[in-house]
């Protein structure tokens, strides 16, 4: 991996932090070489976040670092940062690490009235010198310079300090205190001489606890400049920057079916793209929860691996009212295929929603994950906070070309109310949109359902009867009638008619075809008579002409005999002659 990034436009080059999304914020980490300021209120992170920079550069960069505390003792510090997962004793021990407390007397410095950072600079160069430090981490200025009344003095000895960093060539954190009011730090000095100040706030709202980031100054480098949320978890500090995910993300060309067998006739045939988000939104009762479902159980018995996150629901009450539209969860929990998660959404911060979401996707590696329903953060927290925080996640998916499947309650959502819309205006940042409708007419309340869009492939305009049972989901055809599509009962009296009107048009046409077939007989019949008359006929002429061969025979025959009868007497006589 590399340690540093150069930018292109600049002369010097900046230090990867190895924090998850600071180094996005800044373009590529710190100033390498040159000081910065990390500030902040009491408890909002600053010396774990100077711990996990000297940590990661030691581990991931090559870069051996010095901590130099002057509030805390090394085995304090080794004992705090051992829950995120550092072994500070194990770096030391392999000269990656050097831990130095220096405790700073002010009565000392008050009887003298004498103070000077040589003796610091010695230190703090022999530490670096001992293994060979580019990374150096001061925990915090104030503490360093607590007993110095005189702004003049102090102001001297900051720039000294931080020219003796640079000149060292040392990538710096220097930590201090948030000042009073609007002041960024203590003095109010230490913002001018640093090359990158780096604000932490720690604040609470409505009971909710939330960390921020923001980079206030980078000298010679464009940064993101807004407030960013931070977490620190089990595995150090997590930056949750929008401006971080760049909609450069691979896409799949990979359909997967959604296991509705007519949906996915609706969707082009194939279903949905592997990878995409699909947003599945309705009011209350119109089964968003049961198409979620189904999607991840068609997943995992293509034996791919699914999260299910809950807002509403125990996994227990999931699992059982999943049962009831035959959808079997349970299986594919026990086969290890399917997690789900459920809480509150209050139980914690947005953020550690989304990093909690984060470190489950990491070590269960699904292909899908569904969260139902989104809307429900909305009852914790302000829209203006959950739709970044829903960004970040959906992006998050997209890079790792996991399929999402959103729920969302909206309002309205009969067959004569305005187009719904998602109450957290997240519709955009979906490729798919299917949305569910309660239809009430002659007394019943029945589902349908539409794709209101879904991006990169042809799909049904048509709306689909929605129905769910023990069979499980199934999609029909809905009627149009006079004014208004036909669902339910009124369908299947309309069914009823259609079939009625068939049977009858069958009769109809059977009618017709025997009527067809009696014709055919009577003309046969004719045919055969006729052909019989004809036949006798034929038989008589034959016959006629076989009575006059016959008598022409005769009558030749009695010819001929009267001719030889007339010869014979003819001889006779001249034979009588003769003799005479």
């Not at 503490?143 to 300090?161: D, I, T, W």
């Not at 220097?174 to 913002?191: D, P």
């Not at 959502?413 to 009430?440: C, F, H, I, K, Y």
């Not at 025997?514 to 014709?519: N, P, S, V």
């Amino acid at each position: 991996m590399k340690k540093t990034e150069t930018n292109s436009s600049q002369s010097f080059s900046k230090a990867l932090t190895g924090i998850d999304g600071l180094d996005e914020i800044t373009g590529g980490g710190l100033p390498a070489g040159r000081p910065t300021l990390v500030c902040g209120s009491a408890g909002c992170g600053k010396t774990m976040l100077a711990v996990e920079f000297l940590v990661r550069g030691a581990t991931q960069f090559a870069e051996p670092g010095v901590f130099m505390m002057f509030e805390e003792s090394a085995m304090e510090l080794t004992a705090n940062v051992h829950s995120l997962g550092f072994d500070l004793e194990k770096l030391v021990a392999q000269k990656n690490i050097v831990l130095d407390h220096v405790h700073i007397e002010r009565s000392e410095i008050e009887e003298t009235g004498e103070y000077d950072l040589e003796g610091l600079f010695i230190r703090l160069g022999h530490a670096i010198d001992s293994i060979g430090a580019k990374r150096v981490v001061l925990d915090t200025v104030e503490a360093l310079f607590a007993g110095l009344p005189n702004h003049a003095v102090l102001r001297a000895e900051l720039r000294r300090l931080f020219r003796w960093l640079k000149d060292r060539g040392m990538t710096a954190i220097i930590t201090g205190e948030k000042g009073e009011g609007n002041a960024i730090t203590r003095y109010g000095l230490e913002e001018y001489v640093a090359d990158c100040v780096i604000v932490l706030d720690h604040r609470v709202q409505e009971q909710i606890c939330t960390r921020r980031l923001r980079v206030l100054k980078y000298r010679g480098t464009a940064h993101g400049m807004n407030e960013y949320p931070f977490l620190i978890g089990a595995h150090g500090i997590s930056v949750l920057p929008i401006t971080s995910l760049q909609l450069d993300h691979e896409v799949s060309t990979q359909r997967v079916p959604t296991g509705i067998r007519r949906l996915d006739e609706m969707l082009g045939g194939k279903g949905v793209f592997r990878g995409s988000s699909v947003l599945v939104s309705g009011s209350a009762g119109t089964g968003k929860s049961s198409v979620a479902a189904k999607l991840i159980e068609t997943a995992c018995q293509r034996g791919e691996r699914a999260l299910f996150f809950a807002y509403e629901e125990s996994t227990a009450q999931i699992v059982r009212n999943m049962r009831s539209v035959n959808i079997d969860l349970a299986s594919w929990i026990k086969k290890g295929l399917l997690e789900i998660h459920s809480s509150r959404p209050t139980l914690q911060g947005l953020e550690q929603h989304l990093l909690m979401m984060h470190d489950l996707v990491r070590a269960f590696r699904p292909t899908m994950v569904a969260v139902d329903p989104i809307s429900n953060l909305t009852m914790a927290y302000d829209d203006a906070e959950v739709k970044p925080t829903l960004m970040r996640l959906i992006d998050f998916l997209k890079k790792a070309q996991i399929t999402a499947v959103f729920t969302s309650l909206t309002t309205g959502g009969d067959a004569t109310s305005a187009p719904e819309d998602s109450q957290l205006g997240v519709s955009s940042l979906m490729d798919t949109w299917l949305m569910l409708r309660n239809v009430e007419f002659t007394g019943e309340r029945n589902r349908t359902i539409f794709v209101r869009k879904s991006r990169g492939m042809a799909h049904s305009n048509q709306i689909r009867e929605f129905v769910l049972s023990d069979k499980g989901i199934d999609l029909v055809d809905v009627y149009l009638g006079v004014d208004r599509v036909l669902t339910g009962s009124a369908r299947v009296a309309q069914e009823a008619r259609e079939r009625a009107a068939a049977t009858l048009r069958g009769e109809d046409h059977q009618r017709k075809l025997r009527q067809l077939a009696g014709k055919r007989k009577a003309i046969e019949a004719q045919i055969a008579a006729l052909q019989a008359e004809a036949e006798a006929d034929s038989a008589e002429v034959h016959f006629v002409i076989a009575q006059e061969t016959l008598q022409k025979s005769i009558t030749h025959q009695n010819t001929d005999a009267m001719a030889r009868q007339r010869g014979g007497t003819s001889g006779a006589n001249g034979q009588t002659k003769a003799m005479r």
